[in-house]
Structures are given as C-alpha cells and as structure tokens.
C-alpha cells in the first residue's frame, strides 16, 4: 500500500470536514425548528395559565368575606 500524499491527505480531511459541516448544518437547522416548537408551546402554555389564573380569581372574587376570628371561635 503506498502512503498517500500530503495532498491526498488533506484532500480527505477536507472531505470529511465538509461531511461533518453539512451533518452539522442538518443538526442545527432540526434543533432550530425544536426550538421554535417548544417556543411556540411554551407560549400557549402560559396564554392557558394566564386564563386559569384569570378564572380561578374571579372565582375567589365570588365566595363571600370571611368572619374575623374571634377568640371563642378559636
């Protein structure tokens, strides 16, 4: 087997590196979309919390005052 040269050899490197960028291009761009995703989730996620919240108050709103403690109450 006859030892490649130094060009052959970095020819190869350079091939592998563009492999290696264009895998990390697709990682990147499909950790991207997630991110938009959980983004666009989260989102959502505090509008309904937000609206929970909301409901819950008006319903605490609606129950009637307590009477102070007295101490024979206690």
Known sequence: ???PSPTDQIADRVERLLLRHAELQRTNALLTDQ???LT???D??????SAAR???DALLERLPAAAPL???AE
Do not use: C, N, P
């Not at 959502?44 to 919390?49: E, I, Q, W």
């Open 40 to 42: 666009q989730e989260r």
């Open 44 to 49: 959502s996620l505090k509008s309904r919390l």
């Open 1 to 3: 087997m006859a030892i």
């Open 54 to 56: 909301a409901r819950v």
């Open 35 to 37: 991110v938009a995703a």
């Open 70 to 72: 007295t101490k024979e």
